[in-house]
Structures are given as C-alpha cells and as structure tokens.
C-alpha cells in the first residue's frame, strides 16, 4: 500500500504547469520544490555546492559557541569537538562532496573553539 500523506512528487522544469496540477490532484500528493531537505541535505544541488551547504557550517558554529562559556578544560573541548562539531557533517561528507572552501570554514570553526575562549579572542596556533 502507498501511503499518500507522505509521498510527493518532483517534476523537471520542462513539465508544463498544467500536468503538474493533473497529476497532483489526481494522485492527491504534494509537489516538491527544489529547496527542500531530505534527511537533513539538501535534495538538488547545482554547480554552486558552497550556497547549498552555508546551513552546515552555521549550525557548527552555533554548536560550538553555545558550549564556548561552559568549558575550561582542554578536555572537555576536546570531545566536545569529536562528539559535535566532527558528527554532525558526517551524514552530508559521506552523500556529497563538499568544497575546499567550505571543509576549511568548518575547520577554522573548530580551530577557534579549540584554541580561544572567547570569540573576539584571537590566539596564534
């Protein structure tokens, strides 16, 4: 059985309007635009992966600077940083391949955790 509440469909831009209605209300399903996720990642990616993927390195950064005042020891950063700011790309890493750009964003992210309390700190690593 299908269970139409949680199908929906995705058309290509030549698909006149007309069909897409036809086929939505006669199937009772939804159509998807192309800006939405699925399982967290984005479901079209074009030639510009950095736009696409600005969500990733934004959610580290509030990760990490919401556990920036709560931790002195170099310990508790530390895993902090494997269990957070490493775990959370990993889905996307393994299903897309990410920009140079972009994977040294996330790591200057991380390197400003690991090595200053406080963001307007700037300390030489």
């Known amino acids: 059985m299908i269970n139409f509440s949680k199908t929906n469909v995705v058309f290509s831009q030549k698909v006149p309007y007309a069909h897409r209605l036809q086929i939505t209300l006669s199937l009772d399903i939804q159509e998807v635009l ?10 079209f ?3 510009s992966r ?5 969500f990733l390195v934004d959610h580290i950064k ?13 310990a508790g950063r530390e895993e902090l940083i494997k269990a957070v700011a490493q775990a959370i790309p990993t889905y996307i890493i393994s299903t897309f391949q990410l920009s140079k750009e972009l994977c040294q964003s996330i790591q ?3 390197v ?3 090595w200053g309390h406080h963001p307007a700190d700037h300390k030489i690593h």
């Open 34 to 43: 192309s800006h939405d996720k699925y399982l967290g990642a984005p479901m």
């Open 45 to 47: 990616v074009g030639r």
């Open 50 to 54: 950095k736009k696409h993927f600005l």
């Open 62 to 74: 509030k990760r990490l600077l919401s556990f920036m005042d709560r931790l002195t020891s170099w």
């Open 108 to 110: 200057s992210a991380i």
């Open 112 to 114: 400003s955790f690991w």
